[in-house]
């Protein structure tokens, strides 16, 4: 079992950054691939970007790409979405998800692939 718990999240003005910071709970956090959803209201939940357990390997959505950097600290069960040159678009509500996975070097764009979400934090981007 594994719980995820996100912070950063804000209120920041379109060109700003943010850092997002997903903490999880568990002795055998480096087991499990790890990813960053968000959801804006009144749309579906889509994937932003995801990173192999090992950090060996990142995958990000066309729309951030270039823009959004994801990062893990395994030794502090920590996992990070660093996002710079916000958009007003970029609003809405981020979660992180895990799942385990025997795979190293393996990322997961699928939320029905992921386990474990968070309770999600709010990111809103003013024009």
């Known amino acids: 079992q594994v719980q995820l718990v996100e912070s950063g999240g804000g209120l920041v003005q379109a060109g700003g950054s943010l850092r997002l910071s997903c903490a999880a709970s568990?002795?055998?956090?480096?087991?499990?691939?790890t990813g960053w959803f968000r959801q804006a209201p009144g749309k579906e939940r889509e994937f932003v970007a995801a990173?192999?357990?090992?950090?060996?390997?990142?995958y990000y959505a066309d729309s951030v790409k270039g823009r959004f950097t994801i990062s893990r600290d395994n030794a502090k069960n920590m996992v990070y979405l660093q996002m710079n040159s916000l958009k007003p678009e970029d609003t809405a509500v981020y979660y992180c998800?895990?799942?385990?996975?025997?795979?190293?070097?393996?990322?997961?764009?699928?939320?029905?692939?992921?386990?474990?979400w968070g309770q999600g934090t709010q990111v809103t981007v003013s024009s």
């Open positions: 990173i192999s357990k090992n950090d060996i390997s990142t």
């Open positions: 998800a895990a799942r385990y996975t025997s795979a190293y070097g393996r990322t997961y764009y699928n939320p029905e692939e992921y386990d474990f």
């Open positions: 568990g002795r055998t956090f480096s087991s499990y691939a």
